[in-house]
T-cell receptor
Framework: GAGVSQSPRYKVAKRGQDVALRCDPI?????LFWYQQALGQGPEFLTY????????KSGLPSDRFFAERPEGSVSTLKIQRTQQEDSAVYLC????????????FGDGTRLSIL | SQQGEEDPQALSIQEGENATMNCSYK?????LQWYRQNSGRGLVHLIL?????REKHSGRLRVTLDTSKKSSSLLITASRAADTASYFC??????????FGQGTRLTINP
């Protein structure tokens, strides 16, 4: 596709369940980013990949959050033992190369933890 | 942590008027970017201004940057209903970590 694709668009889970969120970046984009956006706030950085290498995971809130990009294209953000404070929109973005290039965002996954 | 703070948090104007949003940031930057987010959608990159630039134009958008005051402004001229969205400034911490402000929610009334 032409843009960044995220699935599912909406996810409802019970507290304690594990969830997996998928991101398909723009083909050929080297850099991939995950952000968490709380209601009424700006996106907050979670983690960054350059190809398959996770170069920065400083924004992951806890060890319940795990991201991977094994073949340097599709990425998955996994949240284990979800808690209510994990409810947010999770945005994925990609850019063609590193070094300050504008990022292209998907429409996000809205996660609700009951 | 958020790098920038937008002002105002919300702005409502009539179609055809100009809209001005301001952003203040905390640390030194190489460039500053503005993004738009329509409700329920992802962010769309609007414009990037480098630290050695003072003003930049793109269509109906005008961005200014004052590095001495660590502030930037986004002006949208001749606003349209389709400009209704949230607007965020963002800058890099390090090479890759993009840090956003809290955003300005702009409403254009027909």
């Amino acid at each position: 596709g032409a843009g960044v694709s995220q699935s599912p668009r909406y996810k409802v889970a019970k507290r304690g369940q594990d969830v997996a969120l998928r991101c398909d970046p723009i083909s050929g984009h080297v850099s991939l980013f995950w952000y968490q956006q709380a209601l009424g706030q700006g996106p907050e950085f979670l983690t960054y990949f350059q190809n398959e290498a996770q170069l920065d995971k400083s924004g992951l809130p806890s060890d319940r959050f795990f991201a991977e990009r094994p073949e340097g294209s599709v990425s998955t953000l996994k949240i284990q033992r979800t808690q209510q404070e994990d409810s947010a929109v999770y945005l994925c973005a990609s850019s063609f190369r590193q070094g300050g290039q504008p990022q292209h965002f998907g429409d996000g996954t809205r996660l609700s933890i009951l | 942590s958020q790098q920038g703070e937008e002002d105002p948090q919300a702005l409502s104007i009539q179609e055809g008027e100009n809209a001005t949003m301001n952003c203040s940031y905390k640390t030194s930057i190489n460039n500053l970017q503005w993004y738009r987010q329509n409700s329920g959608r992802g962010l769309v990159h609007l414009i990037l201004i480098r630290s050695n630039e003072r003003e930049k134009h793109s269509g109906r958008l005008r961005v200014t940057l004052d590095t001495s005051k660590k502030s930037s402004s986004l002006l949208i001229t001749a606003s349209r209903a389709a400009d209704t969205a949230s607007y965020f400034c963002a800058s890099f911490q390090g090479a890759q970590k993009l840090v956003f402000g809290q955003g300005t929610r702009l409403t254009i009334n027909p």
